[in-house]
């Protein structure tokens, strides 16, 4: 699935008026949704998730990727729809589905290579990882310049 939401940030431990005051502004931003205006132009005004650069754009995910109660609520509504507010531990959401593809399996022999090339890229890493350590650790490292006032 691929879905666009709108954050409004809460921290967990907050009072009441501080969610309230939260409440209050995702409800302004879902009625100016509800009126027609466009979702991304608002997520890039409003959100306050990283994905507010990209009119809140979350790109495709799966299931179990996502907190239970904004994934329970990106999941029952249908493309183009907007759910209602949801509240997760990061604060109050505004969901818009994009679009819903059906979770597929890839064939072993069609991303054998792939598989491949990436699993060689992460040993190459991890070797690469371990020798600069073993590097730093014969390494002698002379100062030469005082520091200043």
């Given at each position: 699935?691929?879905?666009?939401?709108?954050?409004?940030?809460?921290?967990?431990?907050?009072?009441?008026?501080?969610?309230?005051?939260?409440?209050?502004?995702?409800?302004?931003?879902?009625?100016?949704?509800?009126?027609?205006?466009?979702?991304?132009?608002?997520?890039?005004?409003?959100?306050?998730?990283?994905s507010s650069a990209k009119g809140g754009d979350l790109g495709y995910f799966g299931q179990g990727q996502m907190v239970?109660?904004?994934?329970?609520?990106?999941?029952?509504?249908?493309?183009?729809?907007?759910?209602?507010?949801?509240?997760?531990?990061?604060?109050?959401?505004?969901?818009?589905?994009?679009?819903?593809?059906?979770?597929?399996?890839?064939?072993?022999?069609?991303?054998?290579?792939?598989?491949?090339?990436?699993?060689?890229?992460?040993?190459?890493?991890?070797?690469?990882?371990?020798?600069?350590?073993?590097?730093?650790?014969?390494?002698?490292?002379?100062?030469?310049?005082?520091?200043?006032?």
């Amino acid at each position: 699935m691929r879905a666009s939401h709108i954050l409004i940030k809460v921290e967990p431990q907050a009072d009441g008026s501080q969610k309230a005051a939260a409440r209050k502004k995702i409800e302004e931003i879902q009625h100016r949704v509800q009126k027609g205006e466009d979702f991304a132009a608002l997520a890039k005004e409003f959100s306050q998730g990283p994905s507010s650069a990209k009119g809140g754009d979350l790109g495709y995910f799966g299931q179990g990727q996502m907190v239970k109660p904004f994934e329970e609520a990106a999941f029952a509504i249908m493309p183009g729809d907007v759910s209602d507010i949801v509240q997760t531990k990061f604060g109050y959401h505004l969901i818009k589905v994009i679009d819903k593809k059906s979770q597929t399996t890839i064939a072993f022999k069609d991303i054998k290579d792939r598989l491949g090339r990436y699993l060689k890229q992460q040993k190459v890493q991890k070797e690469v990882s371990l020798c600069i350590q073993k590097l730093k650790e014969k390494a002698k490292v002379e100062r030469f310049l005082t520091e200043g006032p």
